[in-house]
């Protein structure tokens, strides 16, 4: 957590510039830190680890999310950064919800916290009133009297009153963890190799992330090219024609020697046809080795306007009517350099007659838990 800069800009986060000096008082209750061209920021010896909120006190579903009518707990989780144990802590947790409330106080005592260790308390929270999904900005203000700084803030967001259904929507979020995607490809060991995955760009906003790995040596892995590959459920196309939008951003190794294309398979992934190529950029270039081939028609070097994500519709007309077809964002990269990868956003499919991708929706359940 970064406060806001004590000169020069106030802002969220330490930006990635040079700094000419820092300083820290001898109690270690800040760190000073003077950059060039972006003003003066301090940085707080206690710092927010993680901020979960559960349904663990009154429950109707027991499902982790609170609910309408129901009790929970906000779980805080806080880190001492300094050298010196920090013994008197207070938090005061307020809502930017007026849906939300603080059954037993808004003042959290909070546990001593070690140097170099965290410590974790928890504040009664509950929700009444809501009738749709919503979410909540829960404000924490950090105050202790041994820090040589003033109280800070800190900010938790948090999505509330919402159910998961599975197989219930034409378009993928990615605001499930349940979802029917696979994940297949090359060797998966970190730190040099990750797979497709689930990443936050904030509480209430993910995307599908494929890595652009480097190939890089180490005492786990030899120097290879590797392919990573996120194939959707089954899908059954109806009578009419077939479309595929989403929202993406890409940054591959430049000048062609990785990629990302977008593949369709009509016999349960036995062989695959690329779909993408009215929308790729580019194609991979004459020499590289990189599993998806040479001179290929794909998304390469990094997507104009980076980092903002751009629309894609594939219009595929009525060539897959009446058949069940699966698609697949596949990434390839020879053995070296590596790049950010590639997001993919809200993937919506029309022209399919079932719902394979996780919704969303509001609860509905009537909550009548004691409180």
């Avoid at 060991?189 to 494929?210: C, I, K, M």
């Avoid at 790995?213 to 196309?237: C, F, K, W, Y």
Wanted: hydrophobic share 35%.
């Amino acid at each position: 957590m970064t406060r806001p800069a004590l000169c020069g800009r106030s802002t969220n986060g330490l930006p990635t510039v040079r700094v000419n000096d820092i300083y820290m008082p001898p109690d270690g209750g800040f760190i000073r830190i003077a950059t060039y061209g972006r003003g003066l920021w301090e940085l707080p010896q206690i710092e927010l680890v993680s901020a979960q909120l559960t349904d663990s006190v009154a429950s109707c579903d027991s499902d982790g999310v609170l609910d309408n009518g129901e009790t929970g707990r906000l779980m805080i989780t806080l880190k001492n950064q300094g050298p010196n144990n920090v013994n008197d802590v207070t938090l005061t947790v307020t809502s930017s919800n007026a849906h939300v409330t603080f059954p037993q106080g808004n003042v959290l005592y909070f546990p001593p916290v070690q140097k170099n260790d965290v410590s974790t308390g928890s504040i009664q929270v509950a929700l009444n009133g809501a009738v749709a999904i919503e979410t909540t900005d829960f404000q924490i203000a950090i105050a202790s009297p041994e820090l040589s700084v003033p109280p800070f803030n800190v900010v938790s967001t948090h999505r509330l009153n919402y159910d998961e259904q599975l197989q219930g929507s034409a378009t993928e979020s990615v605001e499930s963890a349940n979802h029917g995607w696979s994940i297949t490809g090359g060797l998966k060991e970190l730190p040099n190799v990750d797979a497709w995955q689930r990443r936050a760009l904030s509480p209430t906003q993910h995307v599908w992330w494929g890595p652009d790995n480097n190939g890089q040596i180490d005492d786990q892995r030899a120097e290879d090219v590797d392919e990573q590959i996120l194939v959707s459920p089954t899908m059954h196309v109806g009578t009419g024609p077939l479309s595929i939008a989403f929202q993406h951003r890409f940054s591959f190794e430049a000048t062609g020697w990785d990629g990302g294309v977008i593949e369709i398979s009509t016999n349960g992934g036995t062989s695959w046809t690329d779909i993408g190529t009215t929308a790729y950029n580019g194609k991979t270039n004459a020499f590289t080795d990189t599993p998806i081939g040479r001179n290929r028609p794909a998304f390469v070097n990094r997507i104009a306007g980076w980092p903002n994500f751009a629309n894609v519709t594939l219009n595929l007309g009525a060539a897959y009517a009446n058949q069940d077809v699966m698609i697949r964002f596949r990434i390839g990269a020879d053995e070296e350099v590596g790049a950010p990868g590639w997001d993919i956003d809200n993937v919506a499919v029309t022209g399919i007659t079932n719902t394979p991708f996780t919704a969303l929706v509001p609860e509905t359940t009537v909550c009548t838990a004691a409180h």
